[in-house]
Every structure is written in C-alpha cells, then in structure tokens.
Nanobody
Framework: QVRLAESGGDSVETGGSLRISCSSS????????MGWFRQAPGKQREWVSC????????NYADSVKGRFTISRDPAKNTLYLQMNSLKLEDTAMYYC????????????????WGQGTQVTVSS
C-alpha cells in the first residue's frame, strides 16, 4: 500500500521561508514521479510542482517559479518543497502526490495522495 505523509506545515510571516516534507515507502519513491499540490479555502486544488523519479527534471507553476524548490532525497524516501519569499496567497493546505506520468500537472493523473499539511502566511 502506498502511503504518503506530509509534515512541516506552519504559520509564517510574509517574506519568510518554510520547508515541507513528504515521506513515502521506498517502492513509491523509486517508481513514481512526485508532485505538490495546494488548496486554499474555497478554491480548487492546484498543481504547484513536480519532480521526476531521478530528481533530474523539475517543473513549477508560474505562481511559485523562482520562489519554491522541489527536491527528493532517495536515501530518506522523502520529498521536499522549500518555499521562500512567501506571500499571503501561498496560504493553503499542501498535498504531496505520486504519479506514473512524467511531468504531469493533471490532478487525475496522480494515483496516491497524502493527507496534507497546512501552510499559513500572515502579514
């Protein structure tokens, strides 16, 4: 069974930084491309970033490009999202997800999801 578990969500001020994590099983980490989505209250879940199985290819939504960095540590079976220069509009529940499709931004192409971790940005 594939299990993804996010952690690291917190409340931060605008302009601050935060790193959230997602742990998974070894099989999941090796077999799947990994991605981050987020969902703000009253809004649809949106794709944020994804990374290939090897970690050599990354992709970002325009809204976070240059501020967020996705990475994965195969030794720890952990996915990360480093978030810098945080804005009020980054406030959301952040979810990690696993997909067999390379470089996909489509929610339906992600097979497994974590429970989410809350990131709140305040002024």
């Amino acid at each position: 069974q594939v299990r993804l578990a996010e952690s690291g969500g917190d409340s931060v001020e605008t302009g601050g930084s935060l790193r959230i994590s997602c742990s998974s099983s070894t099989y999941t980490f090796l077999a799947y491309c990994m991605g981050w989505f987020r969902q703000a209250p009253g809004k649809q879940r949106e794709w944020v970033s994804c990374i290939s199985r090897s970690g050599g290819d990354t992709n970002y939504a325009d809204s976070v490009k240059g501020r967020f960095t996705i990475s994965r540590d195969p030794a720890k079976n952990t996915l990360y999202l480093q978030m810098n220069s945080l804005k009020l509009e980054d406030t959301a529940m952040y979810y990690c997800a696993a997909s067999r499709v390379f470089r996909t931004m489509t929610r339906d192409e992600y097979d497994y999801w974590g429970q989410g971790t809350q990131v709140t940005v305040s002024s």
